[in-house]
DNA sequence: CGACCTGTTGATTCTGCTCAATCAACGTGG
DNA sequence: CCACGTTGATTGAGCAGAATCAACAGGTCG
């Protein structure tokens, strides 16, 4: 689970983030940690306070009602940050969903580098703001266009995009079903705007309309 | 639309928020201006830069889409703050509900009230997050269910709630057509869980109920 | 091989939307 | 004072989109 100061992460494309190489030198970072699948990285009611730097993979953020219903609130893959919570405990979950190296940063919340940590929770809110619109106010294949193209460009929008989580979570993401973004997808592909090479790899072959259905 | 410096604003229920008073002691606050229902305190696409503090009243912040679907991603009220923004401009846009009495706050974002801003920033966060559940995870029924609850908390926990939005915004807010805001209150008035006095004046009859659908 | 997990597809149901009519409250102008 | 227009809220009828329930396919792992 633990990996020694020496180990190489591949260079997370956006650690050039205004505020995190900053933070990353100043915040005693420790070694990254692997994750693996479906670990486990804070639970609901833990003990909050150290931030978490994410070095490659992807992490979901959960909240869980009482009756069992399961919401993600945010993906994060490498060069974000997160563990914000305003008390003692976290009200949220996160896990590792496909293997994810994490530093966990000790932060000096009194710090000088105060300023780094508004700019990155202020990141994560309007993050937040935009996916509010999307499940207040998007049809189910508006919530997939705009899953793909953000996913898209964060891996460099190039036309392939790789889905690291599996229907579930897109469905717990994005307010649906799994059944329906299965169907969806479908007809992505029959409207030849998606090709799905394999269930987790997507080419987008029609940037366009997939745009037209986000504005 | 100016109030002079003498003027008295009935003291906000929650300025006593850890961070606020410090903030607004050290962040010049200016005088209280008054907005008038549905003015614009920032439009999408403004300079971004300061913040606002809620002395009175009610805020709405909106983001229309290109077709001109709107989401109301929060209501401000009495002691918060807003404004927070990645870039240069405004994402979103704020406007009075109801007749709001707001205070800029000219901030110095590399002093030493950071980590009060800090603060502020994730509970925005935390609150935001806290809507995604309702709105990608809950029925119309529960949605009304936790903004009467929400309200309800926020003007005191007393069984009787003001509605200083109208329908429309309670639509936009919960992800739904006023139509169905309209229906939902009915229905929850024929169950006997509310009272409606008045159009905008809610009772709240079972306390249990209602939480009973929030989990 | 069988058990299990993930994903896909089909049939049916139901929640909430759309379209439309009506009503109450309010302001304006004659 | 009343006729008129406007705006917000309510209510109804019908429809559509997504959920639910169910069956099945493919892959993995014991």
Redesign the interface.
């Known amino acids: 689970m633990h990996i020694q100061p020496n180990f190489r992460a591949p260079a997370p494309a956006n650690c050039n983030e205004p505020g995190v190489s900053h933070l990353l030198h100043t915040a005693q970072p420790a070694a990254v940690s692997l994750y693996p699948e479906n670990a486990v990285i804070y639970a609901q009611g833990d003990a909050a306070g150290p931030l978490y730097y994410v070095e490659f993979g992807t992490v979901r953020i959960c909240?869980m009602?009482?009756?069992g219903?399961?919401?993600i609130?945010a993906f994060h893959t490498a060069g974000e940050v997160f563990g914000?919570?305003?008390g003692a405990e976290h009200?949220?979950y996160a896990e590792s969903v496909d293997g994810a190296g994490i530093r966990t940063l000790r932060v000096n919340?009194?710090g000088?580098f105060?300023?780094s940590?508004?700019?990155l929770?202020?990141?994560?809110?309007?993050r937040?703001?935009?996916?509010?619109?999307v499940?207040?106010?998007?049809s189910a294949n508006e919530r997939l266009a705009a899953l793909l193209l953000d996913l898209a460009e964060r891996q460099g929008s190039t036309g392939l995009v790789h889905l690291p989580m599996q229907r579930n979570d897109i469905a717990?993401y994005?307010?649906l079903t799994f059944e329906t973004v299965s169907r969806i997808l479908r007809c992505l592909k029959d409207s030849r705007i998606i090709r799905l090479s394999s269930v987790s790899e997507v080419e987008i072959l029609d940037f366009e309309a997939l745009q037209a259905m986000c504005?």
């Open positions: 909240r009602s009482a009756d219903r399961r919401q609130t914000f919570e305003v009200q949220s919340r009194s000088d105060d300023s940590l508004l700019k929770a202020v990141r994560s809110l309007a937040t703001q935009d996916h509010l619109m499940l207040g106010r998007r717990d994005l307010g504005d």
